[in-house]
């Protein structure tokens, strides 16, 4: 049974920075594609980053484009998210997710099979 389990979040302020961690407990990473999602409270979840397995090819949503980095690390079966200059609005709940084999839709949280239970990220102005 595939595990995630993500750590890093905190209270931080506006400008400040952060690093999720994602790791995962299965007997192999290989062939995950990984996603992190956000939830905040009252609104609907959505895709922040994602990253492919092999040539690591990643996407990132608008809002955070240019402010966060995923990253993986494959021997460490660990999964990451560099937060840079983080405001309010990327207050939220950040979930780590995987999906194992053919994952098309990277964005779509319905694509993938496991979740971590989440780490709160708290942005004050």
């Known amino acids: 049974q595939v595990q995630l389990v993500e750590s890093g979040g905190g209270l931080v302020q506006a400008g400040g920075s952060l690093r999720l961690s994602c790791a995962h407990s299965?007997?192999?990473?290989?062939?995950?594609?990984m996603g992190w999602f956000r939830q905040a409270p009252g609104k609907e979840r959505e895709v922040v980053a994602a990253?492919?397995?092999?040539?690591?090819?990643?996407d990132y949503a608008e809002p955070v484009k240019g402010r966060v980095t995923i990253s993986r690390d494959n021997a460490k079966m660990t999964m990451y998210l560099q937060m840079n200059n983080l405001n309010p609005e990327d207050t939220a709940d950040y979930y780590c997710?995987?999906?194992?084999?053919?994952?098309?839709?990277?964005?779509?949280?319905?694509?993938?099979?496991?979740w971590g239970q989440g780490t709160q990220v708290t942005v004050s102005s």
């Open positions: 997710a995987g999906c194992k084999g053919l994952c098309p839709a990277v964005r779509i949280g319905a694509s993938y099979d496991y």
């Open positions: 299965g007997r192999t990473f290989t062939g995950y594609t």
């Open positions: 990253i492919s397995w092999g040539d690591a090819i990643t």
